[in-house]
């Protein structure tokens, strides 16, 4: 009987596009209220129905304009496509003229959700950073796996493990669970992380790290994290989480950077406390070309009854992207950081260079600082955007949709970093403008994977090539 239902539902949706273009003089003015009537749900294999509809602004039973439904036909289908579980969404209408109502039929096409891997990657903080700095060094290398499960239990849930040895020796532990209630409102996530290294760096040499390397653990750090999340709306979440750290470092270490912990000491434990806001109106999370991103976060350090130093950041990320026409899109961000004391151990230190905020064309350069502003603009035309079904030479379904886009790039990036107090030995590109201009090419791939090839010209009259992975912008 389920097999007679999917195959009459699917002829349906080969049918639906014929019926509406024999049948459109015959449809409801655009002002006139239609009636949801039933929503459908294909090729879903596990993902639960109510994962879906929660990304949908049409609800069965609802009444909408034409121009309404519409509407939210487009912005659904991102913000499903925004899970990152489906490859591919369509969203197709059968309306009824006589009852002034429409079926709507959401067909998805399930992602690879499991993810065994091996892990091989570099302990420092881009891949030009380690060949130009490091001098390629593979002894600089981590090895290990990684195990992501995601989409657990077909409720979007994540459970990622990644267990490393090498330069670095890591273990972590992610659990995300996007909704505990029926109303898929709030959710919790939990981290767990151990990391020991024979090599630390402990000071920064003219916006270099220094790394002292031996045959003994010279560093641990130990960090652990609940979570509680609140998504009131499509685009809008709201995140406090609890956190818990602990560093500790050989005597060696504070003997070349009595500054590395507070007061000299050896180990340096604190509680954590933070509020994140998110608001999310991209196209596409991974590689947007239209839309708005908005990130505000309040973060204090060194709350409890162990309170060793105090340490507090507030966060402000701004992106925009807007299509020009003709395949030309801009996008034009702002990031902010302001950190109080400005005096801190050397542990707690930030700025350019770190993780992903980073000022392209100084990708060979760590600006710490206690306040920092990065400013970034690029603006991109698309050369081909193209897709093939590979199905004959890949079994597996999941894979069957082969993508390759590319989009040549024109970027200039502007920022100011304030130095910390006293911190001369690296203050080179601190408290003054700097800034480069430069041309790339933005690779994008099937599971929308990012290759970023940039050549730029920076205030240091450096030319530079970078050879990154992820969007920049």
Do not use: C
Request: glycine share 4%; no cysteine.
């Amino acid at each position: 009987m389920k097999k007679k239902l999917y195959l009459f539902i699917s002829i349906l949706v080969i049918l639906i596009p014929i019926l509406i273009a024999q049948d459109r003089s015959a449809l409801p003015e655009s002002d006139q209220q239609i009636r949801v009537n039933e929503i459908y749900i294909l090729g879903n294999k596990k993902t639960k129905e109510k994962v879906i509809l929660r990304e949908m602004s049409l609800k069965k039973g609802t009444y909408s304009s034409r121009d309404e439904i519409e509407k939210s036909i487009k912005s659904d289908k991102i913000n499903i496509i925004n899970t990152n579980l489906f490859n591919t969404v369509s969203i197709d209408v059968l309306e009824d003229p006589e009852k002034l109502s429409i079926d709507i039929f959401v067909k998805v096409d399930e992602r690879w959700y499991f993810w065994p891997a091996p892990l091989i990657d570099i302990a420092d903080r881009n891949l030009m950073d380690w060949l130009i700095n490091r001098e390629g060094d593979v002894n600089r290398f981590n090895y290990g796996l990684r195990l992501t499960q995601y989409n657990l239990g077909g409720q979007n849930q994540t459970l990622k493990f990644i267990g490393k040895v090498g330069f670095e020796k890591n273990l972590l532990i992610d659990y995300m669970i996007p909704f505990i209630d029926k109303n898929q409102k709030h959710g919790l996530r939990f981290i767990y992380s151990y990391s020991e290294s024979e090599n630390a760096a402990y000071i920064t040499k003219d916006h270099v790290p220094d790394f002292f390397e031996s045959n003994i653990i010279n560093k641990k750090v130990y960090f652990t994290s609940s979570s509680y999340t609140y998504r009131p709306s499509f685009y809008n979440f709201h995140k406090i989480s609890l956190s818990y750290l602990q560093s500790e470092v050989s005597d060696t270490i504070v003997n070349l950077n009595p500054n590395y912990h507070f007061n000299q000491e050896k180990k340096q434990s604190y509680l954590g406390l933070s509020y994140n806001f998110i608001s999310d109106h991209r196209n596409n999370k991974r590689f947007a070309t239209s839309g708005t991103f908005i990130e505000a976060s309040l973060e204090n350090f060194g709350i409890g009854l162990r309170n060793q130093f105090n340490l507090s950041n507030i966060n402000l990320k701004f992106n925009k992207y807007t299509p020009l026409g003709n395949d030309f899109f801009l996008a034009n961000g702002v990031v902010g950081l302001h950190t109080f004391p400005a005096q801190q151990p050397y542990f707690n230190y930030q700025g350019l260079g770190y993780n992903e905020v980073l000022a392209r064309g100084f990708e060979l350069e760590l600006i710490e600082g206690s306040k920092f502003l990065l400013q970034k603009n690029t603006l991109r035309r698309k050369i081909f955007d193209r897709s093939k079904d590979i199905g004959n030479l890949m079994p597996i379904t999941q894979f069957a949709q082969f993508r390759i886009a590319a989009y040549l790039k024109l970027f200039a990036d502007f920022a100011w970093v304030d130095n910390y107090p006293n911190y001369k030995i690296s203050s080179r590109l601190t408290n003054q403008l700097i800034y480069s201009f430069g041309v790339g090419l933005d690779l994008l791939a099937m599971y929308d994977m990012v290759l970023r090839l940039e050549y730029s010209y920076n205030s240091e009259n450096e030319l530079n090539f970078a050879l990154n992975i992820k969007a920049d912008l």
